[in-house]
């Protein structure tokens, strides 16, 4: 079995965590992951205090193992940070800071609560500035990711930020969806990988079963990154731009942003329609080029435990024969 040493500072038996993604991450694939031994996290954006409490108990119901808690920087909610740090999870998750907020004096409050801090960054200078700051690992998040990513691919930019923030512990985001993708952030210099869009299409997770199935049904050629999803939900994102699934809404809006900008509220109306309903065509998809390798739903543990298994026979069979 293939153990890291940021297995033993966050207390996992596999090296392999979910990102807290939004509204797409439930306390059932939050416990799931946990309990299948790695790291469960939920995202809090948003989520008024209230929410991050009962969210937060729901996972507490369903495992006692360590998981983290996701915050956008750039946009932080007061009152559900404070609610958060109440709770003392295992790992703060945060991610996505304005270029000109002050990492410190969050860190600070989270380690007072006894969290690791996890920071992600898609650049080397945001790595080096959260790793001054305090942070226990980076996340090195490249653009082949779903959701908000910058445009550093993650073949160069893990073992850059590994260089550039030893002996601070990285794990490898954006693209990663298998064994084959444990052993190859192994050997870039990171201590394990985190993934989005392959937890996305699981029994647990809280996508409607259409667009868990287009991920299966994608090819990992079908994505595109686009502001269309951020100008219609009315936010501005400190840098980055959504990787999705290229589709109806995205193209009929491409170019006309400014027209976008000007019927928003109609537009966001008929998008978040979409998504209750399941129409693939019109409701946005944040998934990741990996959506290539996914071929099946299954439980998150499934994920979890063959992930480690792959690797493991990666490692321990394939790779010793190439060496004469
Ligand atoms: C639907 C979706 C929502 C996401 N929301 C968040 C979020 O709220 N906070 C965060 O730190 N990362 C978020 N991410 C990014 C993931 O944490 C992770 O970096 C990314 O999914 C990794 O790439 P992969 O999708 O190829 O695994 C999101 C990703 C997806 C697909």
Redo the contacts with the bound molecule.
């Keep these: 079995m293939i153990r890291t040493p940021i297995c033993d500072l966050l207390d996992i038996e596999h090296p392999i965590a979910l990102?807290?993604?939004?509204s797409?991450?439930s306390p059932e694939l939050v416990s799931a992951v946990s309990r299948a031994g790695g790291l469960g996290?939920m995202?809090c954006?948003y989520q008024t205090p209230e929410q991050v409490r009962a969210r937060t108990q729901a996972i507490r119901e369903q495992t006692n193992r360590p998981f983290g808690l996701?915050?956008?920087l750039f946009d932080m909610r007061e009152d559900s940070f404070t609610a958060a740090l109440e709770l003392r999870p295992a790992v703060m998750?945060?991610?996505?800071a304005r270029p000109d907020q002050d990492l410190a004096p969050y860190f600070d409050r989270a380690h007072k609560a006894g969290c690791k801090i996890t920071h992600?960054a898609g650049t080397v200078p945001e790595a080096m500035r959260a790793a001054k700051a305090g942070a226990d690992v980076i996340?090195a998040?490249?653009t082949?990711?779903?959701?908000?990513?910058g445009y550093m691919a993650s073949m160069p930019l893990v073992p850059m930020i590994v260089d550039a923030v030893a002996p601070v512990p990285v794990l490898a985001?954006?693209?990663?969806?298998d064994g084959r993708g444990l052993v190859a952030a192994l050997a870039l210099g990171a201590q394990g990988i985190?993934?989005?869009?392959?937890?996305?299409a699981t029994n647990e997770s809280p996508l409607h079963a259409n667009f868990k199935q287009a991920i299966v049904d994608s090819d990992g050629h079908d994505t595109q990154l686009s502001e269309i999803p951020d100008i219609a939900a009315g936010l501005v994102w400190p840098g980055a731009m959504t990787?999705s699934r290229r589709n109806r809404f995205v193209e009929r809006w491409a170019g006309r942003e400014w027209f976008l900008r000007q019927n928003r509220a109609e537009a966001l109306a008929e998008l978040q329609a979409a998504r209750r309903s399941g129409d693939v065509d019109e409701g946005t998809?944040?998934?990741?080029?990996?959506a290539g390798l996914i071929h099946d739903i299954v439980p998150a543990a499934d994920i979890v435990t063959r992930i480690a298994r792959e690797a493991d026979e990666i490692l321990t069979k394939k790779l010793p024969r190439l060496v004469a």
């Design positions: 990102g807290g993604m939004g797409a991450t996290a995202g954006h996701n915050f956008l998750q945060f991610a996505w992600m996340i998040q490249g082949e990711g779903g959701g908000h990513v985001a954006g693209g990663f969806a985190l993934l989005g869009t392959r937890f996305l990787r998809l944040s998934m990741g080029q990996d």
